[in-house]
Nanobody, 125 residues
Framework: VQLQASGGGLVQPGGSRRLSCAAS????????IGWFRQAPGKEREEVAC????????YYPDSLKGRFIISREDSSKTVYLQMSSLRPEDTADYYC???????????????????WGKGTLVTVSS
């Protein structure tokens, strides 16, 4: 399994950015893709998760409404649309895969199996 995140860069506060995760190498569609982030000096946190089989999405309460995860079925690319960005959103953003999904009720919750390299998002004026 290979995961490649891209789309990071410098964004002004209040702005938007879309990250992409190119995923390949899965043996079935029974997997989930999650976006995670890690800011300097902080623990890694989950940003969003999508069940690639049925498209169901999951977000932490603190980010609902500002971040949207989606998929493109033909290419298996997963996107993270971020809006109303704040300086505290500055972090390395990673996409990761869980295959197979350990809990269909809580995909991405019980640990990810594959990780890609991060893409840095800096929110600053």
């Amino acid at each position: 399994v290979q995961l490649q995140a891209s789309g990071g860069g410098l964004v002004q506060p209040g702005g938007s950015r879309r990250l992409s995760c190119a995923a390949s190498g899965f043996i079935s569609d029974e997997y989930a893709i999650g976006w995670f982030r890690q800011a300097p000096g902080k623990e890694r946190e989950e940003v969003a998760c999508i069940n690639m089989r049925d498209g169901s999405t999951y977000y932490p309460d603190s980010l609902k409404g500002r971040f949207i995860i989606s998929r493109e079925d033909s290419s298996k690319t997963v996107y993270l649309q971020m809006s109303s960005l704040r300086p505290e959103d500055t972090a390395d953003y990673y996409c990761a895969a869980e295959e197979p999904i350990k809990s269909t009720d809580l995909p991405c919750y019980y640990g990810m199996d594959y990780w890609g390299k991060g893409t840095l998002v800096t929110v600053s004026s």
